[in-house]
């Protein structure tokens, strides 16, 4: 597996995914287009095998760039034809190097990590188990469903 930068070439395989993965979203190849050229703000990879994207993730900095930077996992998608093969866990062991590489060229580290989820997504373990991330919040019915707030605090502590 292959895991590097998001480009425009990307779009239409990377649609697909988020196509897949967020059935109620619309417009997908105009949202990753839009993360894409916020660039250096958010961060965008994909994952590929044998030259098709199977997955991607969008790290997103929070409040403005700050010495302290707390970075919001904004997005993390696989198709599901390759669901349980570990690459979510790889996209985001194989990117927070990278996040945290671009962080250092704005004189930056990173604090904190942030993500929302669905309540009942069964990535809050994933989230849990590779960046320390614990829940601290419920908003009912934000978005499909209830979501959950997690934050990984101090994460600059633990080494990637």
């Known amino acids: 597996m292959n895991i590097r ?13 988020h196509k897949d993965a967020f059935v109620r979203q619309r417009y997908s190849s105009d949202w990753l287009e839009c993360n894409i050229n916020a660039y250096p703000r958010t961060l ?19 409040s403005g760039f700050r010495p302290e930077a707390v970075v919001e996992l904004e997005q993390i998608a696989v198709l ?10 790889s996209l985001i062991e194989g990117t927070l190097p990278l996040v945290k590489y671009q962080l250092t060229k704005q004189d930056s580290v990173l604090k904190h990590i942030t993500v929302t989820t669905r309540a009942d997504n069964h ?15 419920t908003i ?4 499909s469903a209830d979501e959950v707030f997690m934050v990984a605090r101090n994460v600059e502590l633990f080494p990637t």
């Open 123 to 137: 990535a809050q373990k994933l989230y849990r188990d590779t960046f320390g991330a614990e829940v601290e919040a």
């Open 140 to 143: 009912a019915n934000l978005y």
């Open 80 to 89: 599901p034809s390759h669901h349980s093969q570990g690459i979510g866990r």
């Open 5 to 17: 930068h998001m480009e425009i070439k990307d779009l239409p395989k990377a649609s697909l995914v």
């Open 44 to 62: 965008s990879f994909v994952a590929e095998i044998d030259d098709s994207i199977v997955g991607y993730i969008i790290w997103n900095q929070k």
